[in-house]
């Protein structure tokens, strides 16, 4: 597996605004943005200043540190299964800081499940598989009454949903009433079984799948539904490096369904997740750029490709991802840079072209490039 665009260099790279106060510089980097961009280079800072690794390090700035290690090791571990993926698991790792869900998008073959499988493993975190199929039924994912023949009563039987990482493998492939049982769950983070809520795991986290070149048969993602996933990551096939590298291991004896064997452990938790929500929630974000956001998604709005721009659920959730990405990059405060990181992944499934922009070959991609290019950035 690969990452959307080559992998940058093993050095943090923390996006700096001109105007910006030095930030914390972090012994560890958090992999390229889920859109798979390198972030720019990091800026220097002097030994003893606030954020750094100076013996007079405020114990919130030295905590923050040591949860980023965490998370960066969460990387490492993945990286025993699963080659070449560091954009996606750094895109994962957001979803889980931002309490949001994933769609993945990516042709079959490309280890997605092994994925989902190894960070649980390095997280130290529940999964479960549900492959979706045409005779899927809303109870099959998220519980449903049983009768119990010895005590003449009801009782519920809980469904796969009710773990902390959900694969939702090929969720494209069952009707919409059964892609609508997530909704709530999705949403609400419980289901509600014969009128009584039952609250779900946290974290709690949906990694859907589906396929980008086989629609025989599938019945599209609703934008009601699509809206409700924080981040859509793509997933294309290897280069040659990684894929030489994946037949090296396997000739090595690697086994995918024996994680263990390879050596992969858990090394992070549901604790650290939980800490390091906090710490994303006292980042800091300016009104101009909270201006910003807002601009690029009305932008989305008045494109003349787009017959569905961003909706303020999107600017939500761009906010929300900019804020994490900007944690662990090791700052307290969101720049312009971080929106435009995150722009991609959070906003290429909350637009919907136009049917004469897509016969004259525009894609969402390049309509959000042409956004980002059009609105002015905040100095």
Same mark, same amino acid.
Request: proline residues 6%; charged residues 20%.
């Given at each position: 597996m690969t990452d959307e665009t080559p992998r940058p260099p093993s050095t943090w790279g923390v996006p700096q605004s001109p105007t910006a106060p030095a930030a914390e510089a972090p012994a560890t980097a958090p992999g390229p943005t889920p859109s798979g961009a390198p972030a720019p280079a990091a800026p220097q800072v002097t030994p003893g200043s606030p954020g750094t690794d100076a013996p007079g390090r405020s114990a919130a700035t030295a905590a923050g540190a040591d949860l980023r290690a965490s998370l960066a090791a969460v990387r490492t571990e993945v990286g025993k299964a699963v080659v070449g993926q560091d954009a996606a698991v750094?895109?994962? $790792? $957001? +979803?889980?800081?931002? &309490? #949001?869900? =994933?769609?993945? %998008? #990516?042709?079959? /073959? *490309?280890? !997605?499940?092994?994925? =989902?499988?190894?960070?649980? #493993?390095?997280?130290?975190? /529940?999964? !479960? &598989?549900v492959q979706f199929t045409p005779d899927l039924m809303p109870g099959d994912v998220t519980g449903s009454l049983v009768y119990d023949a010895r005590t003449a009563q009801f009782s519920f039987r809980e469904g796969p949903v009710f773990t902390n990482l959900l694969l939702a493998d090929e969720i494209n492939r069952t009707p919409p009433k059964t892609q609508a049982s997530?909704? %709530? +769950?999705? %949403? %609400? &983070?419980?289901?509600?079984?014969? /009128?009584?809520? &039952?609250?779900?795991?946290d974290p709690f986290v949906v990694v859907a799948t589906q396929n980008p070149v086989e629609y025989e048969g599938t019945y599209p993602l609703p934008e009601a539904q699509l809206d409700r996933f924080l981040l859509k990551l793509l997933l294309p096939l290897p280069e040659r490096t990684d894929e030489v590298e994946v037949l090296a291991r396997h000739a090595a004896g690697f086994d995918?369904?024996?994680?263990?064997?390879? /050596?992969?452990r858990a090394v992070a938790g549901a604790d650290d997740l939980a800490r390091a929500r906090e710490q994303v929630a006292r980042v800091q974000v300016a009104q101009e750029v909270l201006g910003? *956001?807002?601009? =690029?998604?009305?932008?989305?709005?008045t494109s003349p490709s787009l017959g569905l721009g =961003?909706?303020?659920r999107g600017a939500t959730a761009l906010l929300a991802t900019s804020r994490a990405w900007a944690w662990l990059c090791g700052r307290d405060y969101v720049t312009p840079d971080d929106v435009q990181a995150l722009a991609h992944p959070t906003l290429r499934h909350r637009v919907q072209l136009r049917p004469e922009a897509e016969i004259e070959g525009v894609t969402a991609e390049s309509v959000l490039d042409t956004v980002l290019a059009s609105v002015p950035v905040p100095r």
């Open positions: 750094t895109g994962l $790792i $957001i +979803a889980l800081l931002c &309490r #949001g869900h =994933v769609l993945l %998008e #990516g042709v079959p /073959g *490309v280890a !997605k499940t092994l994925l =989902v499988r190894s960070l649980s #493993g390095a997280l130290s975190l /529940g999964t !479960k &598989r997530l909704l %709530e +769950a999705m %949403e %609400e &983070r419980q289901v509600t079984v014969d /009128g009584e809520p &039952r609250l779900l795991p995918p369904r024996d994680l263990a064997a390879a /050596g992969l910003y *956001v807002v601009d =690029v998604c009305r932008a989305t709005r =961003v909706s303020p």
